[in-house]
């Protein structure tokens, strides 16, 4: 036999050879190897390999979803076996909160429940049925609880969404009465397990009796008869459809919802109360007729707790809504109590404010010698622009007689205070003239009187201005000592008016304002923001341009542990350039302008006054470096529906312009105020060219003997002292347009200076009557009175 390899072979002949069959039987077993091969590859193939490992396979998602099944059923079954439900909380024997002031003095204290039970038989049908078109329209047919929305809820608050109900009125009772308004994960597997368990122990009557029992209605108010009573001053079985309406509108926001605190907040109760009446007719509980002809029921004001008499009742309110507005405490976790509550309001500069409105206001009202003396009423706040705190709030005569904070409420045109916005927005914005000129204080407009607006495309707009003045050709801070609504209007188109607002909100004045519209009327202050709202936008300005939200509350704790508060973020919401220059052409509106009056503050201050109008408020905002402060004098109706009023003929007077009593105001708190304080001036970095020009010297020297005369000196309203600025500016064809005046050589622009502070020779003497024709009147625009200075029997700070 031969060692090497059997060679392939070949084919067998006819009649077969024994190699043949060898040969076919090696092929056979080729094929059994081929196939065995083949299903290997197969099995191999199967393997997973590669970026299919990272994937589970069906069979592992099936186990793991039955796992998770088993392992939530197991969980309800143990929920439901292990919570048993509680007895009630203690929310009915509710703790007082204790509001302090900055020193730890007493300021107010809160705490009498006001709560009167009632059988369901006593709640008119109508009236339960809104309840349920309000919050659960489903009540009688589902069951206790809405996993999807627990689930949803529960999500929110994990991820720092906010908190969300979404909670059937079986959950919600279970909150009320047994458990508590926190807003936790713990608490609502509680809820959750206690609702079903509720269910299937108690009616579907005696839950929806305990829930509008138990329920928080605002106004301090527990329980529908409560809230009957609170709003409408009947029993509940007495409430009508549209009554019934409302009071189920505020179980979604008790404080947000009261029109009669939150007037500015009407339309939003409206769309509520709306929603409610429209589910009452889908669900078949009201007719469509019935519902068509049912008209929204104003509430009764507001009758305020005995202890809230003065400025407490304001200063709480204030409080309140600032730590549900952010975030620190929900409303009914609050109205529970037991909690200390620090605000940053400073005593004796509280004290201060509510003197200042009696000398300057309150003294000179005689409602029985003229009826309009009856409407007037004040609002006032001021801040400290390096902290933002909030040291002192008028709220009102008295919050027993008028339960709206005028400090607060956002229903009231702020008229020209609005106007430094507009110069901020032009500064920072690096803004030109139609004719290409950058705007800075020397900067030529175009002040006639009802001169349409140019380069706006939204159609034709020519405001007047204060008693249908022109003024002709005048710089921009003249424009702003006299409230020139023609300049203004123009400069706002110059700037953008989207800009204008931008600039409004970025300094503090918040996006949500009411008539906070970009178009050229925006300079004029049609926008209805707070006193509180404006104060901090000119705290913005005082403090440079770097603006931090204001703070009302400097600790709060609850069984003797704090509770954290916001920190307060500051940015650059404008540069400084922008915001001193600003202060700069303010700083002319008191020295030269229509708040001359705030020139008794004894101190530097820059301000700006504001008639809004019909001269239906009037504001003077202005700060030194030290304190930013707002005042408002406004009129209302003291008889339902308690509308907006003319001050005409008030405390006797023709009008009343923020130049006067507002100003007056202002400028007796800010003295008393910072009594004691080192005198500061401002330190300011103005844009390039915003230097007040200095006149030229005349051509001819006057003789030393002979003294001449100079600009502005002679008797006010005199032909040489400066009153009266040139008609036609220097310059030709200047109707159509803005001009500047500057690069046609000093001439014009040192004799705008010059008249500019002629004006303030003749203007300070007559109280600004000459020159008070702007959006802010003025006839009453010099110092304070005399005798205003002093009080007899005053003591120094120290013994305040």
Same mark, same amino acid.
């Given at each position: 036999?031969?060692?090497?390899?059997?060679?392939?072979?070949?084919?067998?002949?006819?009649?077969?050879?024994?190699?043949?069959?060898?040969?076919?039987?090696?092929?056979?077993?080729?094929?059994?190897?081929?196939?065995? *091969?083949?299903?290997?590859?197969?099995?191999?193939?199967?393997?997973?390999?590669?970026?299919?490992?990272?994937?589970?396979?069906?069979?592992?998602?099936?186990?793991?979803?039955?796992?998770?099944? /088993?392992?939530?059923?197991?969980?309800?079954?143990?929920?439901?076996?292990?919570?048993?439900?509680?007895?009630?909380?203690?929310?009915?024997?509710? $703790?007082?909160?204790?509001?302090?002031?900055?020193?730890?003095?007493?300021?107010?204290?809160?705490?009498?429940?006001?709560?009167?039970?009632?059988?369901?038989?006593?709640?008119?049908?109508?009236?339960?049925?809104?309840?349920?078109?309000?919050?659960?329209?489903?009540?009688?047919?589902?069951?206790?609880?809405?996993?999807?929305?627990?689930?949803?809820?529960?999500?929110?608050?994990?991820?720092?969404?906010?908190?969300?109900?979404?909670?059937?009125?079986?959950?919600?009772?279970?909150?009320?009465?047994?458990?508590? $308004?926190?807003?936790?994960?713990?608490?609502?597997?509680? #809820?959750?397990?206690?609702?079903?368990?509720?269910?299937?122990?108690?009616?579907?009557?005696?839950?929806?009796?305990?829930?509008?029992?138990?329920?928080?209605?605002?106004?301090?108010?527990?329980?529908? &008869?409560?809230?009957? +009573?609170?709003?409408?001053?009947?029993?509940?079985?007495?409430?009508?459809?549209?009554?019934?309406?409302?009071?189920?509108?505020?179980?979604?926001?008790?404080?947000?919802?009261?029109?009669?605190? +939150?007037?500015?907040?009407?339309?939003?109760?409206?769309?509520?109360?709306?929603?409610?009446?429209?589910?009452?007719?889908?669900?078949?509980?009201?007719?469509?007729?019935?519902?068509?002809?049912?008209?929204?029921?104003?509430?009764?004001?507001?009758?305020?707790?005995?202890?809230?008499?003065? $400025?407490?009742?304001?200063?709480?309110?204030?409080?309140?809504?600032?730590?549900?507005? +952010?975030?620190?405490?929900?409303?009914?976790?609050?109205?529970?109590?037991?909690?200390?509550?620090?605000?940053?309001?400073?005593?004796?500069?509280?004290?201060?404010?509510?003197?200042?409105?009696?000398?300057?206001?309150?003294?000179?009202?005689?409602? $029985?010698?003229?009826?309009?003396?009856?409407?007037?009423?004040?609002?006032?706040?001021?801040?400290?622009?390096?902290?933002? #705190?909030?040291?002192?709030?008028?709220?009102?005569?008295?919050?027993? &007689?008028?339960?709206?904070?005028?400090?607060?409420?956002?229903?009231?045109?702020?008229?020209?205070?609005?106007?430094?916005?507009?110069?901020?927005?032009?500064?920072?914005?690096?803004?030109?003239?139609?004719?290409?000129?950058?705007?800075?204080?020397?900067?030529?407009?175009?002040?006639?009187?009802?001169?349409?607006?140019?380069?706006?495309?939204?159609?034709?707009?020519?405001?007047?201005?204060?008693?249908?003045?022109?003024?002709?050709? /005048?710089?921009?801070?003249?424009?702003?000592?006299?409230?020139?609504?023609?300049?203004?209007?123009?400069?706002?188109?110059?700037?953008?008016?989207?800009?204008? @607002?931008?600039?409004?909100?970025?300094?503090?004045?918040?996006?949500?304002?009411?008539?906070?519209?970009?178009?050229?009327?925006?300079?004029?202050?049609?926008?209805?923001?707070?006193?509180?709202?404006?104060? &901090?936008?000119?705290?913005?300005?005082?403090?440079?341009?770097? +603006?931090?939200?204001?703070?009302?509350?400097?600790?709060?704790?609850?069984?003797?542990?704090?509770?954290?508060?916001? &920190?307060?973020?500051?940015?650059?919401?404008?540069?400084?350039?922008?915001?001193?220059?600003?202060?700069?052409?303010?700083?002319?509106?008191?020295?030269?302008?229509?708040?001359?009056?705030?020139?008794?503050?004894?101190?530097? *201050?820059?301000?700006?006054?504001?008639?809004?109008?019909?001269?239906?408020?009037?504001?003077?905002?202005?700060?030194?470096?030290?304190?930013?402060?707002?005042?408002?004098?406004?009129?209302?109706?003291?008889?339902?529906?308690?509308?907006?009023?003319?001050?005409?003929?008030?405390?006797?007077?023709?009008?009343?312009?923020?130049?006067?009593?507002?100003?007056?105001?202002?400028?007796?708190?800010?003295?008393?105020?910072?009594?004691?304080?080192?005198?500061?001036?401002?330190? /300011?970095?103005?844009?390039?060219?915003?230097?007040?020009?200095?006149?030229?010297?005349?051509?001819?020297?006057?003789?030393?003997? #002979?003294?001449?005369?100079?600009?502005?000196?002679?008797?006010?309203?005199?032909?040489?002292?400066?009153?009266?600025?040139?008609?036609?500016?220097?310059?030709?064809?200047?109707?159509?347009?803005?001009?500047?005046?500057?690069?046609?050589?000093?001439?014009?622009?040192?004799?705008?200076?010059?008249?500019?502070?002629?004006?303030?020779?003749?203007?300070?003497?007559?109280?600004?009557?000459?020159?008070?024709?702007?959006?802010?009147?003025?006839?009453?625009?010099?110092?304070?009175?005399?005798?205003?200075?002093?009080?007899?029997?005053?003591?120094? @700070?120290?013994?305040?």
């Amino acid at each position: 036999m031969s060692d090497e390899p059997d060679e392939p072979q070949q084919p067998a002949e006819a009649g077969g050879q024994p190699g043949g069959a060898q040969a076919a039987g090696a092929q056979k077993l080729t094929r059994k190897q081929r196939r065995a *091969a083949r299903k290997a590859a197969r099995k191999e193939k199967r393997k997973r390999s590669g970026w299919r490992r990272i994937f589970p396979t069906w069979r592992m998602l099936l186990g793991a979803f039955l796992l998770f099944c /088993l392992l939530v059923g197991g969980g309800l079954v143990a929920g439901y076996l292990l919570v048993d439900i509680p007895a009630a909380n203690t929310a009915a024997t509710k $703790q007082s909160n204790v509001y302090l002031y900055a020193d730890g003095s007493p300021l107010a204290r809160d705490g009498e429940v006001n709560r009167e039970n009632v059988p369901l038989s006593q709640v008119p049908k109508h009236v339960q049925h809104a309840v349920l078109a309000a919050e659960d329209r489903d009540f009688y047919s589902e069951s206790a609880v809405d996993p999807q929305a627990m689930l949803r809820a529960a999500w929110n608050t994990l991820t720092g969404k906010g908190k969300q109900s979404g909670s059937t009125i079986t959950q919600q009772f279970v909150k009320n009465y047994y458990l508590g $308004q926190e807003q936790t994960v713990t608490r609502k597997a509680k #809820e959750f397990f206690i609702a079903i368990k509720l269910d299937r122990q108690v009616s579907k009557n005696d839950i929806l009796l305990g829930y509008l029992n138990t329920s928080y209605f605002g106004r301090n108010a527990y329980g529908i &008869q409560a809230a009957a +009573h609170a709003y409408y001053g009947k029993d509940a079985e007495r409430l009508t459809v549209a009554e019934g309406a409302y009071l189920a509108t505020l179980l979604n926001s008790p404080n947000a919802y009261d029109v009669a605190a +939150h007037p500015e907040n009407k339309a939003r109760a409206v769309g509520r109360w709306n929603y409610v009446l429209d589910g009452m007719v889908k669900e078949g509980w009201l007719s469509r007729g019935s519902r068509d002809a049912t008209k929204f029921p104003a509430p009764d004001p507001a009758k305020a707790p005995s202890g809230m008499s003065g $400025q407490r009742g304001y200063v709480v309110k204030a409080v309140e809504d600032w730590l549900t507005e +952010h975030d620190v405490v929900d409303a009914d976790t609050l109205a529970q109590g037991g909690y200390r509550i620090t605000t940053t309001l400073q005593k004796p500069r509280q004290d201060d404010f509510v003197q200042a409105v009696e000398d300057q206001l309150l003294d000179g009202l005689d409602p $029985q010698a003229r009826d309009v003396d009856g409407h007037v009423r004040a609002g006032g706040a001021a801040i400290d622009p390096a902290t933002g #705190e909030v040291v002192a709030m008028y709220g009102g005569l008295d919050y027993t &007689q008028q339960y709206v904070n005028n400090a607060t409420r956002r229903d009231y045109q702020v008229g020209s205070t609005f106007k430094p916005f507009v110069f901020t927005a032009a500064v920072q914005n690096g803004a030109t003239t139609q004719d290409g000129f950058p705007i800075n204080p020397n900067t030529l407009y175009d002040g006639t009187n009802q001169r349409p607006v140019q380069g706006w495309p939204g159609g034709h707009y020519a405001p007047e201005n204060e008693d249908q003045r022109s003024y002709g050709q /005048l710089t921009v801070r003249d424009a702003t000592d006299r409230s020139v609504n023609a300049v203004y209007a123009q400069m706002a188109v110059d700037v953008g008016s989207d800009k204008v @607002r931008q600039t409004a909100v970025d300094l503090g004045i918040p996006a949500t304002t009411p008539d906070l519209t970009a178009s050229p009327s925006i300079a004029l202050g049609p926008a209805t923001a707070s006193v509180l709202d404006m104060a &901090q936008a000119y705290a913005t300005l005082a403090n440079h341009g770097e +603006h931090g939200s204001y703070t009302l509350v400097e600790k709060i704790s609850k069984d003797g542990e704090r509770i954290a508060l916001p &920190q307060r973020q500051s940015r650059q919401a404008v540069s400084r350039e922008a915001a001193d220059t600003t202060t700069s052409i303010l700083q002319s509106v008191v020295d030269n302008g229509t708040g001359t009056a705030a020139q008794a503050a004894g101190r530097p *201050a820059a301000g700006k006054t504001g008639t809004a109008e019909e001269d239906k408020a009037a504001w003077f905002a202005g700060y030194t470096p030290e304190l930013a402060t707002v005042v408002a004098v406004l009129g209302q109706d003291p008889n339902p529906p308690y509308g907006q009023t003319p001050l005409y003929g008030a405390l006797g007077q023709a009008r009343i312009n923020g130049g006067g009593e507002p100003a007056r105001i202002w400028a007796q708190f800010t003295r008393d105020a910072l009594e004691g304080e080192p005198v500061q001036d401002f330190d /300011l970095v103005l844009e390039p060219g915003a230097a007040e020009p200095v006149p030229p010297p005349s051509e001819t020297e006057p003789e030393p003997e #002979e003294p001449q005369p100079t600009d502005g000196g002679e008797e006010p309203g005199t032909t040489g002292g400066g009153t009266q600025p040139p008609t036609d500016g220097g310059t030709e064809g200047d109707i159509q347009g803005p001009t500047q005046g500057q690069t046609d050589g000093g001439t014009d622009g040192g004799t705008e200076g010059g008249d500019t502070q002629g004006q303030t020779d003749g203007g300070t003497t007559d109280g600004g009557t000459t020159d008070g024709g702007t959006a802010d009147g003025g006839t009453a625009d010099g110092g304070l009175t005399e005798g205003d200075d002093s009080r007899p029997g005053r003591p120094p @700070r120290s013994q305040r």
